[in-house]
């Protein structure tokens, strides 16, 4: 179907829990060249390290037989200059590609996070979001590559040196793998330790988010409650749980890298007793014991790379858990492109406005929610106002919200223009409509920006008439910059009326076919409400215009009035009709209804 809704992006093959290594390497895929370009590098830049103990005895046999040191000396002198280059070489080649594994995991989950239900977003905590994005992607930066890499290079060169020392003698090459390998089990129980304090690190690091979108999304609420210091002592609480996990982390990397470096010493000092005693015996020369222990000695690196990748790799699989958690949550397909679909074709055939038809609709907001409506039905035409009224709590927004398509309904039908909503690719259906919510959001950003944001192509004279048209022309003249006026972090610097304005102009320059008006429920002075009810009439002679209504002025200048009580349409008429026939209506009118000052 051209409109179905994707309700769940299909996790990437190989997600889950299971499979967490797996979905590690899927971020690294896309480099494998430039990962293998510089693996090779530091495997190279590795190897002529290998080399050196080499030609260290090349040079101490020279020494002893009397022979030119020229070539040895300088084979030498070739191998540590230009390991040193090609090392560095291969660090930057690494280095740069982690940053581009970190910058396509950003693009991926900034993707996925945009295009995530309403109803997703409802039930988490979007402060939580924004560090997956930040935080747990840098995670990411070396474990995906220079930790892939080290590991790769760090089993070969290891695997190399092993090899080299069974053949110079087996009996200091059994001393030496008897050492590794009791570190290598001590590892094994450390390493899950750091994978899950670095978990519950990040998540505490979440948590610190999503509390300080709580403390900003409402500062001057908190500021009014004196409640500073209530909020500071959670965020506190917070930062000294990621504190504490991030110590336990350090702890046992710590640990993990002394081990390392403990076992290589004690490997040393063994080989240095068991060697020493054999080179006395007669059983090996003073040579191949030098060379022995300089490869153990040259061993330490690989070991302590091994020990570091496998230390990081612990970060990337907690940054993969959290990251991966996004891609399963229900994304919404808002790309299909607005020109074409049954919906927008239905559309146009029916003269480019938008009749809305509710059949019996059944709604809850989740499984375990009580039922919002429970059987809605009204239909409202192609043109003119209808009003929704109705107690707080009746499902009045809940009617906008299916529109939009922010959730779906669990029983019955709603159309637009004809064709039911599900059936409309979701960007044309959006296009259609314009939904000004009852606080009026206003982003951050000048006042051009928050206009042109539902229409990016508008014109200088598009704005101008929806300017004209909403009558911001006294707050224009009033901002020092007009539309280029920055108008605060939601809006602050200008005021509720202005910010209604505002988003109904953002609204109307969509050029909606139907217009959805969550009236808010503060009161406008007469000026504001005189000019607001104009400008909802005129859109209303061309396009139908939904309004969930707070005000007797709205309701009484609406052709219908739709109303609704505890999820059902219990009246339906003019408020003429209604106040002689229903007696809910009536109280409303009489009560609640704001009336104009
Ligand atoms: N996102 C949500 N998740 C869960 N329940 C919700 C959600 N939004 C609204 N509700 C509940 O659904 C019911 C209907 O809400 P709705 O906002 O549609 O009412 P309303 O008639 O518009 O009320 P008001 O006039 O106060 O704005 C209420 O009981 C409300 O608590």
Redesign the pocket.
Same mark, same amino acid.
């Given at each position: 179907m051209a409109g179905a809704q994707r309700t769940e992006e299909p996790v990437p093959e190989g997600a889950g829990p299971k499979a967490p290594l797996r979905r590690l390497w899927d971020h690294a895929r896309p480099h494998t060249g430039v990962l293998v370009v510089g693996g090779l590098l530091t495997f190279v830049g590795g190897l002529t390290g290998l080399a050196q103990p080499l030609v260290a005895k090349l040079v101490i046999d020279a020494l002893a037989e009397g022979d030119p040191l020229t070539t040895p000396l300088f084979v030498l002198g070739v191998l540590v200059v230009g390991g040193a280059v090609i090392a560095a070489a291969g660090m930057f080649v690494l280095e740069r590609t982690a940053q581009s594994v970190v910058l396509a995991a950003r693009r991926q989950l900034v993707a996925r996070l945009l295009r995530l239900r309403v /109803?997703e977003v +409802?039930r988490l905590k979007p402060g939580d979001l924004v560090s997956r994005i930040t935080s747990d992607t840098t995670l990411l930066r070396s474990v995906a590559t220079s930790s892939i890499t080290n590991a790769v290079t760090g089993v070969l060169l290891l695997a190399g040196g092993i090899a080299l020392m069974a053949v110079m003698d087996p009996v200091l090459f059994g001393v030496t793998i008897g050492v590794l390998a009791a570190t290598a089990l001590i590892m094994g129980v450390v390493l899950p330790r750091i994978g899950r304090a670095t978990v519950a690190g990040q998540a505490a690091v979440g948590e610190m988010g999503s509390l300080l979108e709580r403390v900003f999304g409402a500062f001057r609420t908190v500021k009014a409650s004196g409640a500073e210091r209530a909020e500071g002592e959670r965020l506190d609480a917070a930062a000294l749980r990621a504190w504490r996990k991030g110590v336990d982390v350090a702890g046992w990397t710590a640990l993990s890298g002394t081990l390392a470096g403990l076992a290589v010493n004690i490997a040393f000092l063994t080989v240095l007793g068991v060697g020493g005693a054999r080179v006395a015996a007669g059983a090996l020369e003073i040579s191949s014991l030098i060379a022995f222990l300089m490869l153990l000695f040259y061993l330490t690196e690989p070991i302590t790379s091994l020990v570091q990748a496998a230390t990081e790799l612990q970060g990337g699989l907690a940054a993969i858990h959290r990251i991966d958690e996004v891609a399963t949550l229900q994304q919404e397909d808002t790309d299909t492109d607005t020109d074409t679909g049954a919906g927008a074709g239905a559309v146009r055939a029916d003269g480019g406005s938008a009749a809305v038809s509710f059949t019996d609709v059944a709604f809850r907001? /989740?499984p375990d929610?009580?039922m *919002?409506h429970h059987g809605v039905t009204f239909d409202a035409p192609g043109r003119g106002l209808t009003a929704?009224v &109705?107690?707080?709590? /009746? &499902?009045? =927004? =809940? *009617?906008f919200?299916l529109l939009e398509r922010f959730y779906d309904p669990t029983g019955g039908e709603v159309r637009v223009g004809g064709v039911e909503v599900r059936d409309w690719p979701i960007a044309a259906l959006r296009s259609a409509i314009g939904y000004v919510e009852?606080d009026a959001p206003v982003l951050d950003g000048t006042l051009r920006e928050n206009l042109l944001m539902a229409a990016p192509n508008a014109t200088a004279a598009d704005i101008a008439d929806v300017v004209e048209r909403t009558r911001l022309g006294p707050l224009l003249a009033r901002l020092p910059e007009g539309l280029d006026s920055r108008i605060g972090h939601r809006g602050t610097t200008i005021s509720g009326g202005e910010r209604q304005r505002v988003a109904i102009a953002r609204a109307l320059l969509r050029g909606p076919r139907l217009l959805l008006l +969550?009236e808010a429920?503060s009161q406008l002075d007469a000026a504001n409400e005189a000019a607001l009810k104009n400008t909802v009439l005129e859109v209303a002679r061309d396009i139908s215009v939904l309004v *969930?209504a707070?005000r007797l002025s709205t309701v009484t200048s609406a052709e219908r009035i739709v109303v609704?009580d505890a &999820?059902r349409v219990r009246a339906v008429g003019t408020h003429a009709e209604l106040v002689a026939a229903d007696e809910l209506y009536r109280d409303l009118a009489a009560s609640q209804l704001l009336t104009a000052s």
């Open positions: /109803a +409802d907001y /989740a929610l009580p *919002v929704l &109705g107690p707080s709590g /009746a &499902g009045k =927004t =809940t *009617v919200s009852q +969550d429920t *969930v707070h609704m &999820g």
